[in-house]
């Protein structure tokens, strides 16, 4: 079935079979391989990607449904001088990744996170990292990523 | 793992989902949400032959409440759901279910489908006496709480039908209380709390097939007693009443102790939560 999908904003014309998930389109017909699959059925979390604004399992969503949507993956973070984002920046200051399995699809729900609430307090960014599950860090450089991302995001804001 | 094969059909109407699934006889399956739905799928427990998506159909993500019932459309996200006014006790029964990146997706009918005994929303689907509007071959019907499920992962439905529309009464008061092994996982178990008038329904999550309506007899019309000492009464009533299986997650005997612990505190929520006067926006 033919659709059309834009990643990180370059519109792209596909030809997929209706059970290609989304997370496949995106690595095997684009090449776009940040995005991670781990577990395939929704429970991982390393698969996330924002699908019109909204985080998404992209291994629960087909591709046929994504046509006409706009996809953001961990492609699309850097600058196109490859200065990090800011939550790319604070992981790494943080130590919130070891093997990288997890870490795009924790970037994508913290970017959806602080775009929705930017000053969210630990047990907060606790609640919502939930979802995605890491057998590296022990979640706690993660959390101090996303507060510092936060803390510096309130602080630019502010002077 | 990968899904089998399928066909694909994107339907634009109601009626056009209807007349796809029965052109598919018992092979076709309704697409919403796909939260449960393609994980059975790459799990190969169900190969459907053709799937009819759903979400494309206009008119089916509303939110309305008129003469003190929220009606909501089939296509109402979970985190719609937790974000209305309108139907406290449903909300706040959304916000418990998985994380948000499952909320953004899964649908409020697709749940009820799906029937999982342990899910949140068909539980307050019974406390609340709702109702849920389905379309067939045949035209339009009612179906209850009490009649549309009916086991594990089993409802009422036909193959040839769809939810369009769910009918969720207001209650005066309201509670809720769950408890899972970690954030966002599903219930252990799960107690919802309506109060309409004088009588409490008490119903609990993840002890039998079906969410389960506690039998607590005259317990129940509480005429505006909820003391702690009736509280008390109805929580060992719940526990009395419910006859949970033993599986991985617990004995029969701690989900039993559970449903005692989660009524004392969906009672002691409901206590605090009188019905807004006013129909909030
Ligand atoms: C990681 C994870 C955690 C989760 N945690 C929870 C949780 O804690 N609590 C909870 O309740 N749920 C949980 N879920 C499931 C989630 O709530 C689903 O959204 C819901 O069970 C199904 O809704 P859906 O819209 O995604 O339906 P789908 O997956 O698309 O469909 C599910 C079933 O319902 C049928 N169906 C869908 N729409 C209709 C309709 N309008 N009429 C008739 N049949 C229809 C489908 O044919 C299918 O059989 C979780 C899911 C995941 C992946
Ligand atoms: S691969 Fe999608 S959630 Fe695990
Ligand atoms: S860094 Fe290895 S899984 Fe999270």
Redesign the pocket.
């Known amino acids: 079935m033919k659709i059309t999908v834009t990643v990180n904003g370059e519109r792209h014309r596909l030809d997929v079979e209706p059970r290609r998930t989304l997370v496949d389109a995106l690595r095997d017909d684009l090449g776009l391989t940040g995005t991670h699959v781990g577990c395939e059925?929704?429970?991982c979390g390393a698969c996330t990607v924002l699908v019109d604004g909204e985080p998404v399992?992209a291994c629960?969503m087909l591709a046929v449904q994504a046509d006409g949507a706009s996809v953001a993956t961990v492609e699309g973070l850097a600058g196109d001088d490859g200065t990090l984002h800011p939550l790319q920046e604070a992981f790494s200051r943080c130590h919130g990744l070891q093997c990288g399995a997890c870490t795009p699809g924790m970037l994508m729900t913290a970017v959806h996170l602080l775009d929705t609430d930017p000053d969210p307090g630990r047990e907060t960014i606790r609640a919502e990292m939930s979802?995605n599950i890491c057998r590296c860090t022990g979640y706690t450089g993660i959390v101090d990523a996303v507060a510092e991302a936060a803390r510096r995001r309130v602080t630019s804001e502010t002077s | 793992m990968k899904c089998p094969p399928f066909d694909y059909h994107r339907a634009t109407s109601v009626a056009d989902a209807v007349d796809a699934l029965q052109a598919a006889g018992d092979e076709g399956?309704?697409?919403?949400?796909?939260?449960?739905?393609?994980?059975?799928l790459a799990l190969r427990l169900a190969r459907p032959a053709v799937l009819v998506d759903?979400n494309r159909i206009p008119g089916?993500a509303g939110l309305e409440r008129r003469d003190g019932v929220l009606h909501a459309g089939?296509?109402v996200r979970?985190l719609a759901l937790a974000d209305q006014r309108q139907h406290p006790l449903a909300a706040e029964a959304a916000r418990?279910?998985?994380?948000t990146a499952?909320?953004s997706?899964?649908?409020?009918?697709?749940?009820?489908?799906?029937a999982?005994p342990?899910?949140?929303?068909?539980a307050v689907l019974r406390a609340c006496d709702g109702a849920v509007q389905?379309a067939g071959p045949s035209g339009t019907r009612r179906l209850r709480a009490d009649e549309l499920f009916v086991g594990a992962l089993q409802?009422a439905?036909a193959d040839t039908?769809?939810?369009?529309g769910v009918e969720l009464p207001v209650p005066d008061a309201w509670g809720f209380a769950e408890f899972?092994r970690r954030h966002?996982?599903?219930?252990v178990v799960s107690v919802a709390a309506a109060r309409f008038g004088e009588r409490v329904r008490i119903v609990v999550g993840g002890v039998a097939g079906v969410p389960h309506l506690v039998d607590a007899g005259d317990l129940a019309t509480v005429d505006g007693d909820v003391s702690d000492d009736r509280v008390t009464l109805l929580a060992a009533a719940a526990a009395d009443d419910v006859d949970p299986a033993s599986d991985l997650h617990g004995s029969a005997g701690y989900r039993r102790a559970l449903t005692e612990q989660m009524t004392l505190r969906a009672l002691a929520d409901l206590a605090g939560h009188l019905r807004p006067v006013r129909e909030p926006a």
């Open positions: 059925h929704g429970v399992r629960l979802g | 399956k309704i697409l919403a949400g796909g939260q449960s739905l393609v994980p059975v759903v089916l089939a296509l979970h418990w279910i998985g994380h499952i909320r997706r899964g649908t409020l009918a697709g749940s009820l489908a799906h999982d342990a899910a949140e929303l068909p389905v409802s439905l039908e769809m939810i369009t899972a966002g996982d599903f219930a």
